[in-house]
């Protein structure tokens, strides 16, 4: 039987490679998002600017929800996000995906795939490693069957009409020279393909057993 599957995120670096995998897989696949995907009509795609999720009618049932969003930031912010866009962080990276979770649930999804951050903790004092963790421990709350978070370090790979800055394009530079001295605790915070990270989430979506599972980056390494 093919997968009913909805997937959040297609137009982003992670999603897009999500899509390709799912597309390749012969799935029933339904796209939520900001903005149709004008090479994509053959999916059926829910448009919606995120602030109405709980308002979308929609009676299509579904197997499985992937949610593949988050708030783009810079560098710094990773570290360090200034209290006037604390809010806007929060309301992409918790309440949107907190909706889109209750939606999948609401359409009779039993497994969910997350793509969330290395070092995920709703105790840690960084605001983005705190949301990312409080969004985490919202979703193993909501009642699905199987949870599979993935928790990638920072993401390589070529976003669609987006060109790379020579800020990322330095700083992947220098990194991608380091994880070769990355071991033990550390090889989890490697630079990692987005492409990568997409076959390992969607494989362990397929073949995992009921339950939570976590995936970083010695799982990404080898797909």
């Not at 093919?2 to 982003?12: E, T, V, Y």
């Amino acid at each position: 039987m093919n997968k009913k599957i909805l997937l959040a995120g297609a137009s982003g670096l992670v999603g897009g490679n999500i899509l390709k995998i799912l597309e390749n897989k012969g799935t029933h696949i339904t796209l939520l998002l900001r903005k149709k995907i004008t090479n994509k009509f053959h999916h059926k795609q829910i448009v919606s600017d995120f602030d109405q999720i709980n308002s979308i009618d929609e009676q299509s049932q579904i197997d499985e929800i992937y949610i593949a969003i988050g708030k783009k930031l810079s560098l710094i912010e990773l570290i360090y996000i200034r209290k006037k866009d604390r809010d806007s962080f929060e309301k992409v990276d918790y309440e949107y995906i907190k909706n889109i979770a209750h939606l999948g649930k609401r359409l009779g999804a039993k497994s969910i795939g997350l793509i969330s951050a290395v070092g995920a903790n709703h105790n840690s004092k960084n605001i983005y490693l705190n949301v990312k963790g409080k969004i985490e421990k919202e979703i193993q709350s909501i009642g699905f069957k199987k949870v599979v978070i993935a928790r990638p370090g920072h993401l390589l790979g070529q976003r669609n009409n987006e060109k790379k800055s020579w800020i990322i394009s330095a700083f992947e530079l220098i990194t991608n020279i380091f994880n070769f001295f990355m071991f033990g605790p550390l090889e989890k915070y490697k630079n990692i393909s987005a492409s990568k990270v997409a076959m390992s989430l969607v494989s362990e979506m397929e073949n995992a057993s009921e339950g939570s599972h976590y995936l970083e980056y010695s799982n990404f390494k080898n797909h």
